[in-house]
């Protein structure tokens, strides 16, 4: 008798995985790329779906919309217990250097250090680093080009800074002109 290859798990349970290993924000194109064939009306379906079996189950965890995708996150009302095991988002200071390119990036981005380092007359790298190692920038480098890498803003900036989108950011006459 052989043995048989065990059926694959259901497209929920995969697309469930693939938001639990976290990471970039999941699309319906990505997961197109990881489950063959799958209709983005299925990967909608399946995102609803799940969220409705963590309500239900009454799990501490939902699946939340970003404009980069959807992400699985903790639920408002829990937040106290991951800033107890992780420390909470306010023991990161931020020089004022690295504020002032964060803010270029939410603003600008994609942008690319050439464009901050001109747009603030100094070098930024020190300031860019510091941003990716605590997750609120992200790199993109076309086809792996490193000199034509742009930054952006990631899921957990709109988490830290209380923002659904970018669109939340402030629009003042002033912030306009950066």
Same mark, same amino acid.
């Given at each position: 008798m052989k043995d048989q290859a065990p059926s694959p798990p259901?497209?929920?349970?995969?697309?469930?995985?693939?938001?639990?290993? &976290? &990471?970039?924000?999941?699309t319906a194109a990505r997961a197109k790329e990881i489950i063959?064939?799958?209709?983005?009306?299925?990967? #909608?379906?399946a995102i609803d779906s799940?969220?409705?079996d963590y309500r239900r189950q009454a799990r501490p965890y939902l699946i939340y919309a970003s404009e980069e995708g959807f992400v699985l996150r903790l639920k408002p009302q829990f937040r106290t217990v991951?800033?107890? #095991? #992780?420390g909470s988002p306010?023991?990161?200071?931020?020089?004022?250097?690295?504020?002032?390119?964060?803010?270029?990036?939410?603003?600008?981005?994609?942008?690319?250090?050439?464009?901050?380092?001109?747009?603030?007359?100094?070098?930024?790298? &020190?300031?860019?680093?510091?941003?990716v190692r605590l997750g609120l920038?992200?790199?993109?480098?076309?086809?792996?080009?490193p000199k034509e890498a742009r930054y952006k803003t990631t899921?957990?900036?709109l988490?830290?800074?209380?923002?659904?989108?970018?669109?939340?950011l402030p629009q003042t006459g002033d912030l306009q002109r950066l």
């Open positions: 259901p497209v929920p349970r995969i697309i469930e995985a693939l938001l639990f290993v &976290g &990471g970039a924000p999941l063959r064939h799958l209709p983005e009306d299925e990967f #909608l379906a799940l969220n409705r991951r800033e107890r #095991l #992780l306010r023991e990161a200071r931020l020089t004022p250097q690295s504020l002032d390119v964060l803010a270029l990036i939410a603003y600008r981005q994609p942008i690319s250090k050439v464009e901050l380092d001109s747009q603030r007359g100094t070098d930024s790298r &020190g300031s860019l680093q510091q941003l920038v992200a790199v993109e480098s076309p086809e792996g080009n899921a957990r900036f988490e830290l800074f209380g923002l659904r989108s970018l669109d939340d």
